[in-house]
């Protein structure tokens, strides 16, 4: 709920709730633009969800990336995302984000400690359809020494564990060809050993791995950036409810540890950048079609993504958009049941790109193109895989296949299978008939499906679905795998199989914004002092997934947006204590 004026106990020209990526933008921009910022983050660790991402940001005609084999340009984009977003195509604040995207880029590379890095191959995920590249947008943070984050690195949020190895994270599907190659490769074996004995000291010394990358990278750039300018970061302090000062938002109410609460004053506005509502049950219950209870969804958000930012701007009058065809950026997961008797979340980014892996529903039947973007797989799951208890499927692979890959949380060889089988988190059968039965899967369908697949999938065609056609297909493919780095046949038993459910990488559905990230109410005006950036606004993709990083790249823009507003327009007087806040991490 919100609460009207009343003396503040401290106060800033901005107040942003949430440290990933759209919120730390927010927050650096601001303080560079010579403005006082407070941070504030709910948990004990910084970084959002951003801090388990891939850390790639998508970001047509950027200045990092040489676009070869073809320069890109506003018109191609624009023209792809009309093409991607349909009617949903919104183009306000389309053109505000391409005309944002590189400025954002520009002035972060220039002016902070945010380094990003091209990546020359790395496709749009339609890039056949009109305006779409082969390369060029998506771009990523690079790699960062975690020692130069000095003791805040004890408070940033770690990767995801289960797509780490052994705590260790790795920056490219190059690196990651590196441990698949592992007992094919000399080169291969020296760069793993090299890898493993720098993280063993690296543990010893440190309790976690130092060389930082992916969205652990830009998460520890961007807090390096805030810590580098001085802004404070408050941490567990959940910003509970606005303050107004007539119908402008003029501050937060925060939290503390000892059960206090604080008042602070924002003389130029509040951002809300708290992460969406993944692990909101009520709300995934009301947007989420294969979710009816709410807990039929698994998402690797951290915890404490739950919605803060929408019902503080619901409370103030601001409009919660699900006008989206899809209310999240689905993924297909995979539970993982930890030694500790917790359940971790294993999202499958890599594995359904991989020759002689395929994906079946209930019936035994393949349901879609393995090897398309996650977005689309879980549209696909949606459609397909919704006549049980829950929206599921299962992954399939024979045994050369898994031993080479591995297969979701399964490793590939040397690393035993053993204990994923005894969890029940991997199943396994002499033939397709065992593995059915197991899986609760219909047996003779199953066998069909494989003898209708491998009929192609013999000369590396899919009959069915044409698996490898895109360029994304074949990006993530194994690119030793000829002539169809996707395709394999599924013959040498044991078979197995692992389940996957509906999970998320980021909610779409959101608070409505305009152009300037300025929180809109039902009539469509804009609530004075009051901003969303991230995943709290409601996506500018329309509820669709173009590419790698359209989450991270329009958060961190209309972040360096609304700070851009904040700074260009000056502060209304505001009854209110001037004092200042305490510039250490608390």
Same mark, same amino acid.
């Given at each position: 709920?919100?609460?009207?004026?009343?003396?503040?106990?401290?106060?800033?020209?901005?107040?942003?709730?949430?440290?990933?990526?759209?919120?730390?933008?927010?927050?650096?921009?601001?303080?560079?633009?010579?403005?006082?910022?407070?941070?504030?983050?709910?948990?004990?660790?910084?970084?959002?969800?951003?801090?388990?991402?891939?850390?790639?940001?998508?970001?047509?005609?950027?200045?990092?990336?040489?676009?070869?084999?073809?320069?890109?340009?506003?018109?191609?984009?624009?023209?792809?995302?009309?093409?991607?977003?349909?009617?949903?195509?919104?183009?306000?604040?389309?053109?505000?984000?391409?005309?944002?995207?590189?400025?954002?880029?520009?002035?972060?590379?220039?002016?902070?400690?945010?380094?990003?890095?091209?990546?020359?191959?790395?496709?749009?995920?339609?890039?056949?359809?009109?305006?779409?590249?082969?390369?060029?947008?998506?771009?990523?943070?690079?790699?960062?020494?975690?020692?130069?984050?000095?003791?805040?690195?004890?408070?940033?949020?770690?990767?995801?564990?289960?797509?780490?190895?052994?705590?260790?994270?790795?920056?490219?599907?190059?690196?990651?060809?590196?441990?698949?190659?592992?007992?094919?490769?000399?080169?291969? /074996? &020296?760069?793993? %050993? +090299?890898?493993?004995?720098?993280?063993? =000291?690296? $543990?010893?010394?440190?309790?976690? !791995?130092?060389? @930082?990358?992916?969205?652990?990278?830009? /998460? &520890?750039?961007? %807090? +390096?950036?805030?810590?580098?300018?001085? =802004?404070? $970061?408050?941490?567990?302090?959940? !910003?509970?409810? @606005?303050?107004?000062?007539?119908?402008?938002?003029?501050?937060?109410?925060?939290?503390?540890?000892?059960?206090?609460?604080?008042?602070?004053?924002?003389?130029?506005?509040?951002? @809300?950048?708290?992460?969406?509502?993944?692990?909101?049950?009520?709300?995934?219950?009301?947007?989420?079609?294969?979710?009816?209870?709410?807990?039929?969804?698994?998402?690797?958000?951290?915890?404490?993504?739950?919605?803060?930012?929408?019902?503080?701007?619901?409370?103030?009058?601001?409009?919660?958009?699900?006008?989206?065809?899809?209310?999240?950026?689905?993924?297909?997961?995979?539970?993982?049941?930890?030694?500790?008797?917790?359940?971790?979340?294993?999202?499958?980014?890599?594995?359904?790109?991989?020759?002689?892996?395929?994906?079946?529903?209930?019936?035994?039947?393949?349901?879609?193109?393995?090897?398309?973007?996650?977005?689309?797989?879980?549209?696909?799951?949606?459609?397909?895989?919704?006549?049980?208890?829950?929206?599921?499927?299962?992954?399939?692979?024979?045994?050369?296949?898994?031993?080479?890959?591995?297969?979701?949380?399964?490793?590939?060889?040397?690393?035993?299978?053993?204990?994923?089988?005894?969890?029940?988190?991997?199943?396994?059968?002499?033939?397709?008939?065992?593995?059915?039965?197991?899986?609760?899967?219909?047996?003779?369908?199953?066998?069909?499906?494989?003898?209708?697949?491998?009929?192609?999938?013999?000369?590396?065609?899919?009959?069915?679905?044409?698996?490898?056609?895109?360029?994304?297909?074949?990006?993530?493919?194994?690119?030793?795998?000829?002539?169809?780095?996707?395709?394999?046949?599924?013959?040498?038993?044991?078979?197995?199989?692992?389940?996957?459910?509906?999970?998320?990488?980021?909610?779409?559905?959101?608070?409505?914004?305009?152009?300037?990230?300025?929180?809109?109410?039902?009539?469509?005006?804009?609530?004075?002092?009051?901003?969303?950036?991230?995943?709290?606004?409601?996506?500018?993709?329309?509820?669709?997934?173009?590419?790698?990083?359209?989450?991270?790249?329009?958060?961190?823009?209309?972040?360096?947006?609304?700070?851009?507003?904040?700074?260009?327009?000056?502060?209304?007087?505001?009854?209110?204590?001037?004092?200042?806040?305490?510039?250490?991490?608390?």
């Amino acid at each position: 709920m919100s609460t009207r004026n009343e003396a503040f106990d401290q106060m800033v020209d901005v107040v942003v709730v949430g440290t990933g990526a759209g919120g730390m933008a927010a927050a650096v921009a601001a303080r560079k633009k010579g403005l006082e910022v407070l941070l504030l983050e709910k948990e004990p660790l910084y970084g959002g969800t951003t801090a388990r991402s891939g850390g790639v940001l998508w970001i047509p005609n950027n200045p990092i990336s040489t676009f070869k084999p073809e320069p890109d340009s506003m018109d191609d984009a624009r023209s792809y995302l009309k093409y991607e977003c349909g009617d949903f195509y919104d183009s306000e604040r389309v053109e505000a984000f391409l005309a944002n995207g590189p400025r954002m880029v520009d002035f972060f590379v220039r002016q902070t400690a945010v380094k990003l890095i091209a990546l020359p191959e790395y496709p749009d995920y339609h890039a056949e359809s009109p305006g779409g590249r082969m390369a060029g947008r998506s771009i990523m943070a690079a790699p960062l020494d975690g020692r130069e984050l000095g003791e805040h690195i004890r408070s940033l949020r770690p990767p995801l564990k289960e797509i780490t190895f052994v705590g260790m994270m790795f920056n490219s599907s190059a690196e990651v060809g590196h441990f698949f190659n592992v007992t094919r490769s000399f080169k291969s /074996a &020296a760069y793993v %050993a +090299k890898r493993l004995a720098t993280h063993a =000291i690296e $543990m010893m010394f440190h309790g976690r !791995a130092m060389r @930082l990358t992916n969205g652990n990278a830009l /998460a &520890a750039r961007l %807090a +390096k950036s805030a810590f580098d300018l001085g =802004i404070p $970061m408050w941490l567990e302090s959940p !910003a509970t409810s @606005l303050v107004r000062d007539g119908d402008r938002v003029s501050g937060v109410v925060v939290g503390r540890g000892d059960g206090s609460s604080v008042r602070v004053g924002a003389r130029r506005g509040v951002v @809300l950048a708290a992460g969406g509502f993944p692990q909101d049950v009520e709300r995934r219950k009301r947007l989420f079609p294969h979710a009816p209870t709410g807990r039929e969804h698994l998402s690797p958000a951290p915890p404490g993504n739950t919605g803060d930012g929408l019902r503080l701007a619901e409370s103030v009058g601001g409009r919660v958009s699900a006008n989206l065809p899809n209310a999240a950026a689905w993924i297909p997961v995979s539970k993982v049941q930890r030694a500790n008797g917790e359940t971790g979340v294993f999202p499958h980014l890599i594995d359904r790109y991989k020759p002689g892996i395929i994906a079946v529903n209930r019936a035994g039947r393949r349901f879609t193109n393995e090897s398309d973007s996650y977005h689309d797989m879980g549209m696909a799951m949606q459609k397909h895989c919704a006549d049980g208890p829950e929206v599921a499927a299962w992954l399939i692979a024979d045994h050369r296949t898994i031993r080479r890959y591995g297969l979701g949380f399964a490793k590939p060889f040397p690393l035993p299978l053993g204990g994923h089988l005894r969890s029940g988190y991997l199943l396994r059968g002499k033939t397709l008939a065992e593995l059915a039965a197991r899986a609760g899967i219909d047996g003779a369908a199953l066998q069909q499906t494989v003898d209708d697949y491998n009929l192609g999938a013999e000369e590396g065609k899919d009959l069915q679905f044409r698996r490898g056609w895109r360029v994304y297909n074949r990006f993530l493919g194994d690119k030793t795998h000829q002539p169809n780095p996707c395709v394999a046949p599924v013959k040498e038993g044991p078979f197995y199989a692992v389940k996957i459910i509906m999970g998320d990488l980021g909610t779409f559905a959101g608070i409505q914004t305009d152009r300037f990230a300025r929180v809109l109410d039902g009539e469509g005006r804009a609530v004075p002092g009051l901003f969303a950036a991230g995943n709290d606004g409601a996506s500018v993709m329309g509820g669709g997934y173009p590419g790698g990083g359209i989450t991270l790249g329009p958060a961190m823009t209309f972040g360096f947006v609304a700070a851009e507003f904040m700074a260009e327009h000056g502060a209304p007087e505001l009854s209110a204590a001037r004092s200042q806040p305490s510039m250490t991490m608390a």
